[in-house]
């Protein structure tokens, strides 16, 4: 701050009305060091601005020291937002001075707006230009000022619809069509993006005149000596071609579509790679082209007049020549962005002309032996697109070029195919067999594909009934002709092909009674892979009906059908699954309190059993119910092993070992119950406690010398339970025993005896608390790096469910044999709200050790505030016992040297 | 002003590219090359037709024999002792060119050379190498200009200015780019005179894809019946084109039949382009930062002891053509099995068995009196040509706008309709003389003209509308610059008054 003071101090007494006063260089930079530097103090800051505002007008007779100042404000403003309505007004007066001095107004006036939020930015040049200023401006004879006027208008027009106008559509269209004939290149191409940011903000406002003028001047300007301007302008003609073609005035355009297009594609031979680009896309917008000159496009021999039903030497002469071969060219260009940017647009129009599409389908197969993958996937992409539209005409020669991609290397390229071949319609039954025979080869060689090579040949031998009923009965010979029990019959190949035949009949019931009954048979060991394969088209359960009612096997339909599991749960039938279990936990609770343990763990145990087979089929909210009871009898399953081995009449048999184990399983399975739901009600948030109270009681007795703390905990618990309701005859017997100081030891049985459960059945409408922990960019193939010894950073992807604000939540992080490293997840960092939170951040791992890989235990951890026992924990960790709420992922990290 | 130039090569004809341009008083000559259909006198340029000593430099665009094969002659015999220039790969390649064809001249044929080893290493000393876009300053006013041209490793377009004239010579260019070059590329010049060749005058080439698609089917059936591949080749360019296409190929369908070079030319060429990266195409020098693309994975040599062995296999073989050495060898050998494949890229002379072979389908050759070869293998052409076609020649054109054109290196009726597409479609005058002529082309003058400061004044506030038109009053003067001057500065200059006369009308009614 002295500092700061020091440096105020020359430029305060510039605040002195001294006319004779020069700025010099040494304090204007002190006025831009304290400017930008961010710990200069507000006022500072305002008398810093206010005494170079007082000197502006004394310099306006020294342009240098003129535009430093300018400058100097020019880059505080955007630092000081509040600031730019003062500067602003104080330079309005300086525009129309001395060229220097104007170029300078101009610069410093575009970084404050551009500095600004969307609305106050243009408002501020609303403020002080009007439609005189603006036309002397442009029309200065200084590059400097023509250059900053057009940057400004280029500026606002972006914010066109949301300011007040300072001038017309139409004085601003002028404009920037004036300045498209500057000599200045930069300035060319800076008016024609102007020009093109306007037809694009205001699209449908614009009179239809707008686009064809804008037009008019691209196509003159396409033509450029610089590359830069070329590339502008043929966006620009692209976009004007668009807009005309989508306006609607009821005349037929095509003569006028047509001449863009052939326009644009005279750009397409441009030796500028940039403008090649450029053209192919442009050439993608323009819609409602005419056959002739489409098909011209794809023909660098002139065509005649018979070739389409209209002549394309009528057009201007000058542009018959151009579109010749523009797509060959751009085809078969160096430069892969170019052949990529060609084929995408050779795709669109294939798909709006049948004629175009079948022309086309030759260039975009011969694109599959590219030599860029990247050119390959655009090309399947624009075929898939016909295919889709049902353009996909394919051709006998194109088969052997296209099947070999079903062998390429990229797994991509071979979904591509793939994709397509779901819809394509083979014209022949040998195109047919080579297809099935390459998606064999294709399983053979990438058996991970599996269920995509099914799913295609399941779509090939739909969309081909005769052909694969063929090859149905070619496999039925087969099979007959073998003996049984050969083993050749278990190969991925004869999946696939039984996929094939059965697709028509499955899909259509059709051919059914045509398709070998024996292929039916066959199939029905396979279900688990061709129901996968066909998963959301069909059910796994109706599939094997299906299969199984065609084939010859024996079978009664009602042996395969547990109404649950095709119907899914309904509501009253959780109800009654809820009440049957609650009702069994209570049996399972009189046995444990009768001290016969194996009988209630046989119980639980097909408690838990039925619990799993429900919820396969339950949704999401009866899921959260139906694993809160799988947690609650995991902890009955250990109350009941604890208490089969404490030996009630002869206490110091029991091995205290075991029991310390047990318990702390209990412990821990129980805290999972309290921390991994929330909204529940009274009951079953006193029956919980009161569990816990038992635990308490168990440890307690194991202690054999309570101490303090115990009962402290004890105690605590017993008042709020008090304070949720009132007290069972459970905590009343406990409270009375510590009232009492007798030894709970040797109550424990008749404690036992008391607990009731019961509140179960009031178990609804829970939320369940979890986490979810995602490791990006990280697997076991393609480990993080780090350098041993320093910080790592893991980014993860964290989403959090039903967290209250309250809750403290930490990323536990573990390397097998080491401490454990805590993070503390802020949750204000997380969006979103209570029900779910989300976050992604970078996490750092300190203490990385030096190997040359490793691989860390993630996973996020809350901790249980309401326990009331504080354990001393590690360092910077958290200090209460803390309970899991994600699945626990690994994360690999190999070292930077072993790379 | 006019650029004077002697067709002293390829004029109506393909063979011995030599042009001579005058250009503001300086004499270029464009390639040195000779005519491999003769071995007389009519092999090499009229040299007499000008003197050596009058020619400013020497510029070579690349190391096909029909471009440099008689400079060794000119420099060497003739005695020229100026600058010669040619790129980089050319003045790397030029030389075994040039050897090895002489000894085949001298070994096999058993002529008489033109010239000796030592005139060859002598001649290609004094060769002075540019790069691409380097602008080369020959003398006080004479620059040149090499720019890519796509053809063979090293091809280059030489731009010559002298002053205001400007000319451009393209010697073999392709406008397409292939597996392994580029494209040619150009900037916007405002030409006097372009020289363009013509190989292919009228062709209009198809989609290079389907003929890599036919070839890649071709190969990869036979490979895959178990067939051997036999492609004879000359050692630069078709050789790495079509090595880079299968290459590409075999990674893309996991294919492992191995790939054989024979030993020598082409090894040693493969070693050149993997020097030369720089002057291949984008895709290669892309894929170099990762992997040299002339390390073929796939390819081994292969040794003669391999011929029979057995299992699939391709071969490149030199030399083209099956004219002799190690591919007929192969082709003896291979040539019975129906299961094998010939492909044959690119053209083949009359009298070689590749002419033969691509002539219709023989079933068997007689190679001399004892030796017959029973033909049964497929056979499988290849048009692969490094020329632009016609389409590019009236791109490239277009592109450049000359004020004239001369075209070169093409056959006459060809060339006349080509002149013919050029002159109506593009309005361009264009001409195409045969040997030995002269044409002169006549170029604009442009003369610096200093304005004054009064006259720039008016032009920027005189502004009308969109149109910018500014009056003003040309003076030249003897001894001075000329100069554009406004109306009043010209009136103080010679010291006039501006008098105004002014009409008035009247007209009689009567008159009607």
């Known amino acids: 701050m002295e500092e700061e003071g020091s440096l105020v101090q020359p430029l305060t007494t510039t605040c002195n009305p001294n006319p004779l006063f020069q700025f010099d260089l040494t304090s204007l930079s002190s006025a831009q060091a304290l400017l930008l530097n961010p710990s200069t103090s507000i006022d500072t800051i305002h008398s810093t601005v206010d005494s170079l505002l007082l000197s502006l007008p004394h310099l306006s007779t020294n342009a240098t020291s003129l535009s430093l100042a300018l400058s100097v404000l020019a880059q505080s403003a955007p630092l000081h937002p509040s600031l730019s309505q003062s500067i602003v007004s104080s330079v309005r007066s300086l525009i129309n001075g001395q060229d220097r001095t104007s170029s300078a107004v101009l610069s410093a006036l575009l970084s404050i707006a551009t500095s600004c939020h969307n609305e106050d930015g243009s408002s501020i040049l609303t403020s002080i230009l009007d439609e005189d200023l603006v036309l002397s401006l442009a029309s200065s004879g200084v590059y400097k000022i023509r250059s900053r006027i057009l940057r400004l208008l280029v500026f606002v027009v972006g914010r066109w619809k949301c300011s007040g106008k300072f001038l017309t559509d139409e004085v601003m269209v002028r404009v920037f069509l004036r300045f498209t004939g500057d000599i200045y290149p930069v300035l060319r191409r800076d008016a024609i993006d102007g020009l093109c940011e306007f037809l694009t903000v205001a699209r449908d406002g614009v009179d239809f005149c707008v686009p064809e003028c804008c037009l008019e001047h691209a196509i003159g300007l396409i033509g450029d000596d610089d590359e830069f301007v070329r590339v502008a302008a043929v966006r620009m003609v692209g976009l004007c071609g668009e807009m005309l073609g989508e306006k609607e005035n009821g005349v037929d355009k095509t003569g006028q579509m047509d001449t863009i297009f052939t326009q644009i594609c005279s750009m397409a031979r441009d030796m500028s790679v940039k403008v090649r680009i450029e053209a192919f896309n442009a050439l993608g917008k323009v819609k409602l082209v005419s056959d002739a000159v489409l098909m011209q496009s794809l023909s660098k021999k002139i065509l005649g007049s018979k070739n389409g039903g209209k002549s394309i030497i009528k057009l201007d002469k000058a542009s018959k020549p151009c579109a010749a071969g523009a797509y060959i060219h751009g085809i078969e260009d160096e430069f892969y962005v170019v052949r990529k940017s060609a084929c995408r647009s050779l795709g669109i129009h294939a798909v709006m002309s049948f004629k175009f599409a079948d022309d086309s389908i030759n260039y975009l197969m011969d694109l599959m032996n590219d030599d860029s993958e990247s050119v390959r996937l655009e090309a399947l992409d624009s075929l898939f697109r016909m295919a889709a539209q049902g353009c996909l005409n394919v051709q006998e020669k194109h088969v052997h070029m296209f099947l070999g991609l079903l062998t390429d290397m990229s797994s991509l390229v071979r979904h591509g195919a793939r994709k397509i071949l779901q819809l394509m319609k083979l014209p022949k039954l040998e195109i047919f067999k080579s297809t099935v025979n390459k998606l064999i080869a294709n399983l053979e060689k990438y058996p991970e594909e599996e269920e995509g090579i099914f799913f295609s040949l399941f779509s090939l031998g739909k969309n081909h009934r005769e052909f694969s009923l063929n090859v149905a009965k070619d496999l039925a010979k087969q099979i007959e002709r073998t003996s049984k029990g050969d083993l050749t019959f278990a190969k991925p190949s004869m999946a696939a092909t039984l996929v094939v035949c059965i697709a028509s009949p499955l899909s259509e019931n059709e051919n059914v009674p045509d398709t070998p009954v024996v292929l039916f048979s066959y199939a029905v060991p396979l279900l688990g892979r061709i129901s996968r394969a066909l998963q959301g088209t069909f059910d796994q359960h109706f599939l094997l009906t299906f299969l199984l009612d065609h084939s010859n096997i024996k079978w009664k339909s009602r042996d395969l059908m547990p109404e649950i599991v095709s119907k899914g749960i309904s509501e009253d039938l959780m109800q009654s699954v809820i009440k049957f279990i609650s009702k069994s936990v209570g049996d399972a609770w009189s046995l444990i309190k009768g001290s016969n343990g194996n009988d209630a763990e046989k119980i639980l145990r097909s408690c838990m059993k039925e619990l799993e087979i429900i919820s396969l089929n339950a949704s999401q909210a009866a899921i959260t119910t139906l694993d809160f009871f799988s947690k609650y009898i995991q902890i009955l399953q250990l109350i009941s092993k604890i208490q089969c081995k404490f030996d009630f009449r002869n206490s110091t048999t029991f091995h205290i070992k075991s029991h310390h184990i047990l318990l702390e399983k209990l412990d821990s399975a129980l805290r999972k119950i309290r921390y991994s739901f929330t909204g529940w009600t009274k009951e079953v948030e006193c029956h919980i406690l009161e569990l816990s109270l038992l635990v308490d009681v168990f440890t307690f007795s194991l202690a054999r010398i309570p101490s303090n703390e115990y009962l402290k905990n004890l105690l605590s618990k017993i008042s709020h339970l008090e304070a949720i309701s009132c007290l069972s005859d459970f905590t009343k017997e406990i409270k009375r025993l510590i009232e009492e100081r007798s030894s709970v030891m040797v109550n424990l049985h008749s404690l036992l005896k008391v607990f009731e459960c019961s509140g179960l059945e009031f178990v609804r409408e829970m939320k369940p608390i979890k986490a979810e922990l995602k490791v990006v960019g990280d697997d076991s193939e393609n480990p993080l790096t780090f350098v041993p010894g320093l910080p790592a950073g893991i980014r993860l992807w964290i989403t959090l469910h039903n967290t209250s604000s309250t809750d403290r939540l930490w990323l536990h992080m573990s390397v097998r044999g080491r401490r454990p490293q805590y993070v503390f997840l802020d949750l204000s960092n997380f969006e979103g709200s209570e029900e779910v939170r989300k976050c992604s951040s970078l996490i750092p791992f300190y203490e990385t050790p030096k190997v040359a890989s490793f691989e860390i235990r993630v996973c996020i951890v809350i901790e249980c505030l309401s326990e009331h026992y504080e354990v001393l924990k590690e360092r910077g960790g958290p200090k209460y016992d803390v309970t899991e709420l994600s699945v626990e992922k690994l994360v690999y990290f190999s070292s930077v040297k072993s790379r | ?512």
């Open chain 2, 1 to 512: 002003m006019a650029i004077q130039c002697l067709i002293l090569g390829a004029g109506q004809e393909v063979g011995k590219s030599c042009v001579v341009a005058m250009i503001g008083g300086k004499k270029i000559m464009f390639d040195c090359g000779m005519h491999m259909g003769f071995s007389d006198h009519r092999a090499f340029p009229d040299f007499s037709l000008l003197s050596s000593n009058d020619i400013s430099c020497v510029v070579i665009t690349h190391f096909h024999l029909d471009h440099i094969g008689a400079l060794p002659y000119f420099t060497e015999v003739c005695g020229y002792n100026g600058p010669i220039y040619m790129t980089y790969p050319t003045k790397a390649l030029a030389p075994l060119m040039l050897e090895d064809y002489r000894k085949i001249l001298v070994d096999r044929r058993g002529l008489e050379e033109q010239y000796t080893y030592e005139n060859i290493i002598h001649c290609m000393n004094k060769v002075i190498p540019i790069d691409i876009k380097q602008t080369i300053q020959v003398d006080k006013d004479l620059q040149i200009r090499a720019y890519y041209a796509g053809h063979v490793l090293g091809a280059a377009m030489i731009y010559a200015q002298v002053g205001e004239e400007k000319m451009l010579y393209t010697g073999d260019y392709n406008m397409t780019p292939d597996r392994h070059l580029g494209a040619a590329q150009i900037d916007r010049l405002s030409l006097d005179l372009l020289i363009t060749e013509s190989t292919y005058a009228t062709t209009v080439r198809d989609s290079k894809y389907s003929r890599e698609r036919e070839f890649l089917k071709a190969v990869h059936t036979c490979v895959a019946a178990g067939g051997k591949v036999l492609i004879p080749t000359f050692a630069l360019g078709r050789a790495q084109e079509l090595c880079i296409l299968l290459d590409d190929y075999w990674e893309r369908m996991n294919i492992n039949v191995p790939i054989y070079f024979s030993a020598g030319l082409t090894i040693q060429a493969n070693m050149y382009y993997k020097m030369l990266i720089g002057w291949t195409s984008q895709k290669i020098k892309d894929s170099y930062t990762v992997r040299n693309p002339f390390d073929f994975k796939h390819v081994c040599p292969f040794e003669r002891s391999m011929i029979n062995l057995p299992g699939p296999c391709v071969l490149f073989a030199t030399p083209g053509m099956i004219s002799g050495g190690f591919s007929l060898e192969v082709f003896k050998q291979w040539a019975p099995s129906d299961k094998n494949l010939i492909a044959i890229p690119g053209y083949c002379v009359a009298g070689t068995i590749g002419h033969k072979l691509m002539s219709g389908k023989p079933t068997r050759i007689d190679l001399d009196k004892d030796t017959l070869i029973d033909v049964r293998c497929q056979i499988h052409q290849l048009t692969f040509s490094p020329h632009t076609d016609s389409k590019g020649i009236m791109d490239l054109v277009e592109f450049l706008s000359p004020k004239h054109v001369i075209l070169v290196h093409g056959e006459k009726p060809k060339m006349a309709a080509l002149k013919q597409r050029i002159e109506s479609e593009l309005g361009i005058q264009c001409e195409y003389p045969a040997n030995n002529e002269t044409v002169l082309v006549p170029t604009t003058q442009s003369l610096k003209i200093s304005a004054s400061k009064t006259f720039v004044r008016n032009c920027t506030t005189e502004l009308d509308g969109d149109e910018r038109i500014a009056e003003g009053i040309l003076v030249m003067e003897k001894g001075h610059n000329a100069k554009i001057v406004s109306e009043e500065e010209f009136l103080e200059t010679i010291g006039a008054e501006r008098n105004v006369v002014s009409f008035t009308g009247w007209m009689s009614p009567l008159a009607q």
